[in-house]
């Protein structure tokens, strides 16, 4: 079975200073990896992913996340963060060899990023 | 744009009440899923349907059933709330596709209070 680890429950960071949000899976066949974003009071929304080839992905809005297979990682990281940032961040694999047609996603606990001034 | 709609943002419901949330997807999308969000929990697949009138159980189903009459359309059921139930609860939506690589979109959620 799949399993999704993240480390942190809470993250707080100063405006600006960089930030790593960590997230370790175990798998025993190839995976699918994601990163979802829930801003206050939202659903949640992709905010990037890692299918194959380059093991470097990004998303439009500054973080970006790299696959490490031999850590089984998936660390979403950020130079710089921004107030706009601040949400709950879910780390999450796919089931290849879901039930049917569907390939279950399996989430994360998830990560509160709390931006201060 | 692409949407998912969930028919309450926020519900309030006795013990022992039959509650109904509702979940409508416009894309043609055949997997539809329903989730509750926890504290330190994350979120947690109760039920997913891979096609009209088609339904499968996913890691906690028991309390809830589900009903998808039409393609778009995807209904969560507590026939008898109890507060162990009181929580947010979150519908998906995601085409077809190989290998589980496609994107799931989300509802805005419901966050349902059982007293």
């Known amino acids: 079975a799949q399993s999704v680890t993240q480390l942190d429950s809470q993250v707080p960071v100063f405006e600006e200073a960089p930030v790593e949000l960590r997230c370790n899976y175990s798998?025993?066949?190839?995976?699918?990896l994601f990163w979802y974003v829930q801003y206050p009071n939202q659903g949640l929304q992709l905010l990037l992913k890692y299918l194959s080839g380059s093991t470097l992905v990004e998303s439009i809005n500054g973080f970006e996340a790299e696959f490490n297979k031999s850590q089984t990682s998936f660390h979403l990281r950020k130079p710089s963060v921004h107030i706009s940032d601040t949400a709950e961040y879910f780390c999450?694999?796919?089931?290849?060899?879901?039930?049917?047609?569907?390939?279950?996603?399996?989430f994360g606990s998830g990560t509160r990023l709390s931006i201060r001034p | 744009d692409v949407k998912v709609t969930q028919s309450s943002r926020y519900l309030v419901k006795r013990t022992g009440e039959k509650v109904f949330l509702e979940c409508v997807q416009d894309m043609d999308h055949e997997n539809m899923f329903w989730y509750r969000q926890d504290p330190g929990l994350g979120l947690r697949l109760i039920y997913f349907?891979?096609?009209?009138?088609?339904?499968e159980k996913g890691d906690i189903p028991e309390g809830y059933s589900v009903s998808r009459e039409k393609k778009e359309r995807f209904s969560l059921i507590l026939e008898s709330a109890s507060t162990n139930q009181t929580s947010m609860y979150l519908c998906?939506?995601?085409?077809?596709?190989?290998?589980?690589?496609?994107?799931?979109?989300f509802g805005p959620g419901t966050r349902l209070t059982v007293l």
């Open positions: 998906a939506s995601r085409p077809t596709g190989t290998g589980g690589n496609n994107e799931q979109f």
């Open positions: 798998s025993s066949v190839s995976v699918y």
């Open positions: 349907s891979y096609d009209v009138k088609m339904k």
């Open positions: 999450a694999v796919s089931d290849p060899a879901g039930y049917s047609s569907a390939s279950k996603i399996i």
